[in-house]
């Protein structure tokens, strides 16, 4: 696991980020409902929401995630393990919570699953870049739209997935201009607010990738916020500009390297 040699603190562990941004009352209805992994826990969010993701309270690149839907015979596991993804049947909750106990690494949370909106019939999701200089503002400096591979439960990079531009999801989408330049503002505006309130719970963070999603209504969302050395080593290729600017506002902190 990579360790971090450079000035940035971190909020370790996604229920407790969650927890800080659902104190706040514009960023409460951006949040998935979440709860630590348990069967009493498991069997609530289930009888809530049809799907749930069990993830890692800290980890990354997709690995160690399941997801669990209802089925006409009872319910569905599939779990992401390395860069392979399985599938499980069950025919009750327990047995699904007893499987999903016996194969996890580490400490889980519970997630509403989010229908995201597609693209081809893939799911899609947004990294968006904020970091700030030392005593500096907060800047969103660039953005990753993360296409889920075929099938996948997950979008990364690390688990076939491809990434394009915000432009080239408008294209691909038929947005206006207009309509992309929209998402653009409001992507910027929800990602500043998130790194303000998460900064302003633990002092001297430098840098956060923030993972955002629209559904499949054009609500948003937000899945995910990295603050333990987000990588961005892929923008090199897709947008050199929005990459030389990372790596301006990484070095002013002391970061050396986008991977």
Request: with cysteine; proline share 3%.
């Amino acid at each position: 696991m990579y360790k971090r040699r450079y000035a940035s603190q971190r909020i370790r562990g996604k229920l407790l980020v969650n927890r800080y941004l659902s104190a706040s009352r514009k960023l409460k209805p951006l949040i998935p409902r979440t709860a630590w992994f348990s069967l009493s826990n498991l069997e609530s969010m289930m009888n809530r929401f049809d799907a749930v993701y069990l993830k890692p309270d800290v980890g990354s690149l997709g690995k160690g995630i399941f997801r669990l839907s209802r089925s006409e015979s009872g319910f569905e596991l599939y779990e992401i393990k390395d860069n392979l993804q399985l599938y499980a049947a069950f025919g009750t909750l327990a047995e699904a919570y007893e499987h999903v106990d016996l194969a996890r690494t580490s400490r889980l949370i519970i997630q509403e699953a989010v229908a995201l909106d597609r693209l081809d019939g893939r799911p899609y999701d947004i990294r968006v870049m904020v970091q700030r200089r030392r005593r500096g503002p907060w800047v969103c400096t660039g953005f990753m739209v993360k296409v889920g591979a075929e099938g996948k439960i997950v979008t990364n990079y690390h688990q076939g997935g491809e990434l394009i531009t915000m432009d080239r999801l408008g294209d691909l989408l038929a947005l206006s201009a207009e309509q992309t330049d929209g998402r653009i503002r409001q992507l910027k505006r929800t990602a500043l607010r998130i790194s303000r309130t998460l900064s302003a719970r633990r002092s001297g963070m430098h840098e956060m990738g923030i993972d955002f999603a629209y559904d499949d209504k054009q609500r948003l969302w937000v899945l995910e916020v990295n603050s333990n050395h987000p990588q961005f080593h892929p923008l090199k290729e897709l947008d050199p500009h929005a990459y030389d600017r990372m790596m301006r506002f990484a070095a002013s902190y002391g970061r050396r390297s986008a991977e």
